[in-house]
């Protein structure tokens, strides 16, 4: 209860600034950005994302990960699959931004007693984040809060957000990212 409590009171504090009034002085935004995720490679997926400026302040991103390319944060579970993002993002000319994020997380591993498992899990998060650029050079720091559904593992972590506990509906999602702007 204290964790939403907390997310809400973080985005009624951010609104103001994404909706801020934008002026005609406002640097040109670049169109692209191909960002990797370096947290990721330590819990066991390797991430990239790219992002396409669909209008003024406006942008899609999508985000595809391969399970089992990292080290393996479970010691031996040895997980193998895909993990999907899907976000639309409304950026702020400051470079904070909210955006709705889709995730999809699709995985086989081993367990010790249970042998090898098959997850499933979808989440749909709220997410806030700061996109830094300066020249080419992109640093993106996020956090969100959400719902999940699906089937679970034994743990709490599917490769893309973190449950409260294995079969929790809330979902948790936060990292940083760092990537070229073209």
């Known amino acids: 209860m204290m964790i939403k409590k907390a997310f809400y009171i973080i985005l009624c504090l951010l609104i103001p600034l994404m909706t801020a009034a934008q002026t005609e002085e406002t640097p040109k935004m670049r169109k692209n950005e191909v960002k990797v995720a370096l947290l990721s ?46 976000a639309y993002k409304f950026i702020q000319m400051s470079g904070f931004y909210v955006k709705p994020e889709l995730c999809y997380s699709s995985y086989r591993y ?45 743990s709490n972590y599917h490769h893309g957000f973190i449950g409260l506990n294995p079969d929790s509906p809330t979902a948790f999602t936060a990292g940083f990212r760092i990537g070229v702007a073209f």
């Not at 990960?65 to 993002?85: E, H, M, N, Q, Y």
């Not at 499933?120 to 700061?130: F, H, P, Q, S």
């Open 41 to 86: 490679l330590a819990s066991g997926t390797s991430k990239v994302t790219y992002q396409r400026l669909v209008c003024d302040y406006q942008a899609v991103e999508f985000t595809f990960g391969v399970i089992g390319w990292g080290f393996d944060k479970l010691k031996d579970s040895d997980p193998r699959g895909t993990a999907w993002r899907l």
């Open 110 to 154: 081993n367990h010790d007693t249970e042998g090898r498992l098959q997850v499933d899990r979808v989440a749909l998060m709220g997410v806030i984040g700061y996109d830094w650029v300066i020249r080419w050079f992109v640093f993106d720091i996020y956090g969100g809060l959400g719902l999940a559904c699906g089937n679970s593992n034994l």
